[in-house]
Nanobody, 117 residues
Framework: QVQLVESGGGLVQAGGSLRLSCAAS????????MGWYRHFPGKQRELVAG???????NYANSVKGRFTISRDNAKNTVYLQMNSLKPEDTAVYYC???????????WGQGTQVTVSS
């Protein structure tokens, strides 16, 4: 059974940094595409950043140049380094895994990121 466990959220002042981590289990991690999404109250969940099994990355326009996604296949972990945080980055952030076996999507429990002005 695939499980994703996120950590690293919290409260930070505008301009500050946070690093989110997502540890995966129950799957051959290196085969899967990974991503980070965020959810604003009253809106749909949106893609923040993605990284494929071959380490190709993509980012939402709103975070380009500020956020960096990376993965450590030896640790079965994906990271989201968030710099120059803004109050509008405040959201619940979710780790996502797209299975290379059946294309199924798996989600972590979410971690709150709050940026104060």
């Amino acid at each position: 059974q695939v499980q994703l466990v996120e950590s690293g959220g919290g409260l930070v002042q505008a301009g500050g940094s946070l690093r989110l981590s997502c540890a995966a289990s129950g799957t051959i991690f290196m085969w899967n595409d990974m991503g980070w999404y965020r959810h604003f109250p009253g809106k749909q969940r949106e893609l923040v950043a993605g990284i494929t099994s071959s380490r190709t990355t993509n980012y939402a326009n709103s975070v380009k140049g500020r956020f960096t996604i990376s993965r450590d296949n030896a640790k079965n972990t994906v990271y989201l380094q968030m710099n120059s945080l803004k109050p509008e980055d405040t959201a619940v952030y979710y780790c996502n895994l797209r299975s290379a076996i059946d294309d199924r999507m798996y989600w972590g429990q979410g971690t709150q990121v709050t940026v104060s002005s």
